[in-house]
């Protein structure tokens, strides 16, 4: 059973602590130094290592809570809905106006459509990546739902 720095079985060596004995006169120089040079290792690493504290459990969740970027409140999921429905729109318009795409037009339902007959210099500056399609997508199906559930809701 190990404890402390734990190391594979592998790693751990056989004599490990005779460097911290006495180095024999009778030696040769070149022992010698090698002893010394383990021994001035071994008390660096000892100086500058620090013992272990030992850390109470921290509350992943609570800690956050108590930041003031996250916090709770109880919002009914179709107001929640609606309003990923309207940063998404931000979104992909701030998207859209970076590239200075000023003639592709996204209306509320997520329809991007051309103001203008497009040119082919226009055509190949217009095209979007994946995820920026894939995001396209996933608000479009979260509009259609969220306004079904409000129809709904509203009666019609």
């Not at 108590?66 to 929640?80: I, N, P, R, V, Y």
Request: hydrophobic share 35%; charged share 25%; glycine share 4%.
């Amino acid at each position: 059973m190990r404890s402390g720095r734990m190391q594979r079985a592998e790693d751990i060596p056989l004599v490990l602590e005779w460097y911290k004995e006495h180095c024999d006169p009778s030696c040769p120089v070149k022992v010698r130094v090698s002893h010394q040079k383990l021994l001035k290792c071994f008390v660096m690493n000892e100086l500058h290592s620090r013992t272990p504290k030992a850390q109470k459990k921290k509350r992943l969740l609570r800690s956050l809570k108590a930041t003031k970027f996250f916090q709770t409140t109880q919002l009914d999921w179709a107001e929640a809905g609606l309003q990923v429905c309207k940063q998404g729109y931000n979104m992909l318009n701030l998207l859209i106006h970076r590239k200075n795409l000023n003639y592709l037009h996204l209306d509320y339902n997520f329809n991007l459509k051309p103001v203008k007959t497009l040119t082919t210099k226009a055509r190949k500056k217009s095209r979007f990546g994946n995820a920026f399609h894939l995001c396209h997508e996933i608000l479009r199906l979260t509009k259609l739902v969220v306004d079904a559930n409000i129809q709904f809701r509203w009666g019609m």
